[in-house]
């Protein structure tokens, strides 16, 4: 039998071959469910070199996974991968169920019986940032995978699978693209120690600064922490205490974004000259921005699938070495 080529999907499809080859390297121009069709048909067509591990729902019995959430109002952005993530289990016989912990850790924490009593199979942890409670699910003997995780537990120390958003080489080329704009004061806002992929964005925009040999002005700068609920109040006094203004931020999220945009408008006859923002992540849920700011673009749909079948493989492979896994996400320039 021969090889199946790119072509020969693309033929199948009735699109170019460049289409499928967007596809499989994850680049801009290819909607979501024609991704997902391409992948589908290569699968189909024995195709070797998928991008991912697609596996064959095995017939099993019913089982469940617990996924650990730690802001049960989470933002679309978190909604739409989880959303994904449970279409993709359900194939597989395999029922997600929403576990809530506290987003701030307090001493009588502890984790809900559920998950102390053996009766889930598997773990994904989304948007749990406080290290003590990382800590507790990362002891756990079950197969685990992490979404994100703090910058105090490191890879080594983990006892399950980690899935990075790239944050490091696409916030230094975010930041380059405003330097050749012209911008040479650029400041950075966003906690930098609330997440791992936050300080990999801030190391990135940091070392773009010094790469072009610019001053990284600390004034311009918020990266303490923030509680992720505080960060309007935070900003805005923040904003506030200026005496003068960069001429560019790198935010750390579009979230993050949003409030700023926000103060800026509200502002706009007290402030100097326009201040150009850029966000991370593209969601779209925030109207300030969205549409108007540079961003990093994640697939959320394909994010939540691709967790799923980490978690699939980790269950099939509990004695496999642990893997980190970036996902890298496309720039976005809306003009």
């Known amino acids: 039998m021969e090889k199946v080529t790119m072509k020969d999907i693309a033929d199948a499809l009735n699109i170019s071959r460049v289409t499928v080859s967007k596809a499989f390297n994850n680049q801009a121009g290819v909607s979501d469910a024609l991704r997902e069709q391409i992948f589908a048909k290569a699968g189909e067509m024995g195709y070797a070199k998928l991008p991912y591990q697609v596996i064959e729902p095995p017939v099993q ?46 001493r009588d924490f ?22 003590e409670i990382l800590d507790m699910v ?19 120390e983990l006892t399950g699978d980690l899935v990075l958003i790239e944050g490091y080489r696409t916030e230094w080329d975010i930041t380059q693209i405003l330097i050749r704009e012209g911008h040479k004061d650029i400041g950075f806002l966003g906690d930098i120690n609330y997440a791992r992929t936050n300080m990999e964005r801030y190391r990135g925009y940091c070392d773009c600064m010094r790469r072009h040999g610019l001053t990284i002005r600390p004034e311009y700068c918020l990266t303490k922490a923030i509680d992720v609920f505080s960060y309007d109040r935070e900003l805005r006094a923040y904003l506030s205490s200026l005496d003068s203004w960069p001429t560019a931020f790198v935010c750390v999220s579009d979230y993050v974004a949003h409030f700023v945009q926000t103060y800026i408008d509200e502002k706009s006859k007290q402030l100097p ?29 394909l994010l939540g699938r691709r967790l799923a079948l980490q978690l699939l493989f980790r269950t099939q492979y509990p004695d496999a070495p642990y893997e980190l896994t970036f996902i890298m996400p496309s720039i976005i320039r809306f003009r």
Do not use: C
């Open 61 to 106: 019995e019913e089982r469940t996974v617990s996924l650990i959430v730690s802001r049960p109002d989470s933002a679309l952005f978190w909604t739409n991968i989880i959303h994904r993530m449970a279409q993709e289990l359900l194939k597989y016989n395999i029922n997600l169920m929403y576990t809530y912990v506290p987003s701030v850790y307090t």
């Open 110 to 131: 502890m984790l809900p019986s559920i998950l102390l009593s053996g009766s889930v199979d598997g773990i994904i942890a989304v948007n749990v940032y406080a290290p």
């Open 138 to 156: 990362n002891h756990l003997p079950v197969p685990k995978i992490f979404l994100d995780t703090v910058p105090s537990l490191s890879e080594r």
């Open 273 to 301: 000259p326009p201040v150009v923002l850029t966000g991370f992540d593209n969601a779209g849920e925030y109207t300030s921005v969205a549409g108007r700011i540079i961003t990093a673009n994640v697939s959320t749909e």
